[in-house]
């Protein structure tokens, strides 16, 4: 047993040395710097006299630390480093990859790291000391990012994953663990949350860096963006043309999924055709449905749901694809890329793919001319965008999900529209109370209703709060309650297990034009919960029609309510709650005091005038 920092200081520089003798001096300067006592000499030999019979209490036969000129040195013979035994297998791992043996440098890497039981010299002060123990640190990061280069390498992407996440966690700012942790999680089919770790991670590297970070994590970020080819495994083989590939890429559905009858009945006339072929009186079927509502109203829920019932209708497959996570300033190289996506996952070798987009939505329709597939586009900004993946011909379906009121001729006649609306209370109350169970919802139901109610019914807000209460057992409903109706604090509340609200609201607001996204912060600040144009018009001191163009333009992306009209004829206009708790947070931040101030004081002068 090695007993105080000092035996453990001239312990460690004696075994940083390895063999080399260590002058008194340099004992002395390590334990006590520019300041040593004038017994320093006479104590570094009793830590050393110490030392010794520890050696020999714990049965090491024969001397471990000799004497010698100018002070001891560390018989090595006796001995093993972990270091040195470190630096040997990492050696031997980097010749196995330059050799091509990938499988054998992983276990010389895990070998080499299975050495470590903690931090480097931990308990060991010393300026020398602690320059040595960052080294060391410096090495074993190395291995791990050489390691898990092999094991993606490899194909252990899957295997690797839990580990990878670990690490990156543990340390934040590095570039290379980053790197890799996207491209396991991509591997895995984990795109979304591959590019969403990366903008997490972006910002507070810039915030505490005060730089971007480097090209090749930039590009390996838009290459996921954009699916790009050499992503895959090296040596992979490709679909090779004409081959008939049916994928599955539907996510999971929701297990809760409740209600919403009509719209699956209304969802279930694409699936409609005759018996013999012919077009249905009036024209051809309808080959893609709309779902729009608010954010949080279970959109995506719904479709994926209805797909995965009606897959058996479909058995050439399902195509799937989150649209928000695509860069649509782009403009045709986006739509570019997520053509050349699923014309891959169709069966066409990535060298196949046609450069022109023109070319690349003629195969894409026919290759589903041919047969009877299902493709779900998920939050859709603007229904121009998905024009090109829609089947000119055949049998294949569309089905998009947008927070948007957009016009369905956009895309062709006879599109199926599905507008959702907020869960009915009861529904609202059921769906909580089939997570958190039935025998906690029965205890307080009206606590139930009221969850509901500042939920404002949305099925994700309502899992949210009720994963808060799963993940809460000794809270009673009531409690969340009380908590939820704290505005201040709501948004935050509402988000559990991936469950961000304000994700949803974000999507809508982040594609308005300058005026209605100003509009929506101003708005955001009234206590009222209904207004006009007139009260808009005075905040942002514009006229009465640009007024209401604005707030037009939130009601298409389902950030205001229309709720009749007023005495006079004038339009009314309400916000959902949550909407209204999301456009506050968005003054507070985008705003400054000054133009708050300003904005308030106009609508309480007009107000005042109109008297």
């Not at 590009?219 to 954009?226: F, G, K, S, Y």
């Not at 089939?434 to 009221?450: Q, T």
């Amino acid at each position: 047993m090695i007993a105080g920092p000092r035996q453990r200081t001239i312990l460690a520089t004696l075994v940083l040395a390895w063999g080399r003798a260590v002058s008194v001096d340099s004992l002395v300067d390590a334990v006590w710097g520019n300041r040593p006592p004038n017994t320093a000499r006479t104590q570094v030999a009793i830590c050393v006299g110490a030392l010794r019979k520890a050696f020999r209490a714990a049965h090491i036969e024969g001397p471990v630390i000799q004497t010698t000129h100018p002070g001891y040195r560390l018989l090595t013979q006796v001995c093993s480093l972990d270091a040195r035994d470190f630096a040997a297998l990492t050696g031997e791992a980097a010749e196995a990859i330059r050799l091509g043996r990938e499988d054998e440098a992983v276990g010389l890497y895990r070998k080499a790291l299975y050495l470590w039981t903690g931090p480097a010299l931990s308990g060991v002060a010393g300026q020398a000391v602690e320059d040595e123990a960052t080294r060391l640190e410096a090495e074993r990061l190395v291995a791990y990012e050489a390691l898990f280069d092999a094991e993606l390498a490899l194909g252990r992407h899957q295997e690797v994953l839990p580990e990878l996440s670990a690490m990156a966690d543990d340390q934040p700012l590095h570039e290379k663990l980053r790197h890799n942790l996207m491209l396991a999680q991509y591997r895995c089919g984990r795109r979304a949350e591959a590019a969403e770790g990366f903008r997490t991670w972006r910002k507070r590297f810039v915030d505490e860096i005060g730089m971007e970070p480097s090209a090749s994590i930039h590009q390996l970020h838009r290459a996921i963006l954009q699916d790009a080819p050499e992503l895959s495994l090296r040596g992979e083989e490709p679909p090779r043309p004409g081959r008939r590939v049916a994928p599955v890429e539907l996510p999971a559905g929701v297990t809760d999924f409740l209600g919403r009858e009509a719209e699956l009945a209304a969802l279930d006339a694409l699936l409609t055709e005759p018996a013999d072929g012919r077009h249905l009186a009036g024209g051809t079927p309808p080959r893609m449905a709309i779902i729009a509502g608010p954010a949080g109203v279970g959109k995506t829920s719904l479709a994926v749901h209805w797909a995965h019932r009606a897959a058996r209708h479909f058995p050439d497959g399902s195509l799937y694809a989150d649209l928000s996570q695509y860069e649509w300033t782009q403009g045709s190289a986006t739509v570019h890329a997520l053509l050349s996506r699923f014309l891959r996952v169709l069966g066409v070798a990535a060298e196949l793919v046609p450069d022109r987009l023109d070319e690349c939505v003629s195969l894409y329709r026919s290759l589903l001319a041919e047969r009877r597939a299902l493709v779900v586009l998920d939050n859709v900004h603007a229904l121009a965008h998905i024009q090109p993946f829609l089947p000119g011909c055949g049998r294949s379906r569309v089905v998009a999900t947008t927070s948007g009121r957009q016009d369905p001729l956009a895309v062709g006649r006879g599109a199926v529209r599905v507008d959702l609306d907020p869960l009915p209370a009861a529904q609202a109350a059921e769906l909580v109370a089939g997570i958190i169970g039935e025998r906690r919802a029965l205890e307080d139901p009206a606590a139930v209703h009221e969850l509901g109610r500042l939920c404002d019914r949305l099925p994700l807000a309502l899992r949210a709060a009720a994963g808060r209460l799963v993940a809460k057992p000794h809270w009673s409903v009531r409690r969340l309650v009380f908590r939820l109706a704290d505005d201040r604090r709501r948004l935050d509340e509402l988000s559990a297990g991936g469950l961000e609200l304000r994700a949803g609201f974000w999507r809508g607001y982040r594609g308005l034009p300058d005026a209605a996204a100003r509009m929506c912060r101003m708005l955001g600040l009234l206590d009222t919960p209904v207004f006009t144009a007139r009260v808009g018009a005075a905040l942002l001191d514009v006229d009465h029609v640009e007024a209401e163009d604005a707030m037009e333009q939130l009601f298409d992306v389902h950030l205001l309510t229309a709720v009749g009209a007023d005495s006079g004829g004038e339009l009314r206009y309400a916000f959902p709650e949550l909407a209204r708790l999301f456009a506050h947070e968005r003054a507070l931040t985008e705003e400054s005091d000054e133009t708050r101030q300003a904005a308030l004081s106009r609508l309480l002068w007009t107000q005042l005038a109109s008297i």
